[in-house]
């Protein structure tokens, strides 16, 4: 099961059922999906064709952006692991403009992989954090320059404590 919106629209539950057949809300959809050549898709949907130039497809975001008659609609894909990292405070793009990095969850910092002063990428990994015998890798929400660091090998922190901060 996944929740889908369409142009940041309200999610649907979306679950696909069958090779042609989908469900949306519990509400069951027939169609036909033919690949005419890359990028470029005919959609078959209660007697109707639609052509479909998908536009952009980005698999970190899960999104995908695409047009049909012009129109441009632009797609994004929940699953059960965005739902749990939304609970936990870590949602896909809450960091995009983050000055500070705040620990996820109660846990041990293992190891540093960035410096006050380094320049990171968004994704990067900066530091290891062991939380229920698990070592979580602890990854950039942004690009930029990490300002300070706030913890230390081998210290204990609380859920929500500031572990770096970026310029």
Known sequence: ??????NEQA????????LDS????????????EVLKPHHLQVVLKHKTYQVE??????LKKTVSFR???????????DKYDELLKQLGMERGAGAQAQELKAPMPGKVLSLEVESGNEVEEGQALLILEAMKMENVI?????GVVK???VSTSQVVEKNEILV???
């Open 165 to 167: 901060s970026f310029e």
């Open 148 to 150: 300070t660091i706030h």
């Open 54 to 59: 998908v536009r952009d497809v980005d698999v």
């Open 11 to 18: 999610a649907k539950a979306v679950e696909w059922t069958g």
């Open 68 to 78: 049909i008659g012009g129109r441009k609609y632009e797609v994004a894909v929940q």
């Open 139 to 143: 990854k950039s929400p942004r690009s």
């Open 1 to 6: 099961m996944h929740k889908v919106s369409v």
């Open 22 to 33: 989908l469900s949306v809300d519990g509400k069951d959809i027939n169609l036909k999906v």
